[in-house]
């Protein structure tokens, strides 16, 4: 199992707190793999981003309107956190279903 997030963002050191055997990865240091990205795309689409963080509040009006994978490209931190690979399974925040999913909850 594999965590993708932020090692500064509180809800992903409660996933890795949870999840102690799961091997976490920081997005701003090493990058999400391009596979594992491709199937998040397909799985959550637009949700993969989150439009809420300061790094969005940020951007400008034109660089909002780029498709979601430049912009998670260019800018790893807009990517909603954690993003948790089991297997073939892929879980998206860390909210109580997710939580009950990986029987942690």
């Known amino acids: ?4 997030g932020l090692k500064t963002c509180d809800t992903c050191r409660k ?8 091997r976490f990865v920081d997005v701003r240091a090493d990058g999400v793999p391009e596979d594992v990205m491709e199937r998040a795309r397909g799985a959550f689409g637009a949700a993969l981003l989150n439009t809420r963080s300061t790094t969005w509040r940020g951007l400008s009006e034109d660089e909002r309107a780029k498709a979601p994978e430049v912009l998670l490209a260019d800018h790893p931190a807009l990517m909603k956190r954690p993003l948790i690979v089991d297997g073939d399974a892929l879980y998206l925040g860390w909210t109580g279903d997710v939580q009950k999913s990986l029987g942690v909850a």
């Open 15 to 22: 996933a890795i707190k949870a999840l102690p055997a799961a």
């Open 1 to 4: 199992m594999e965590i993708y």
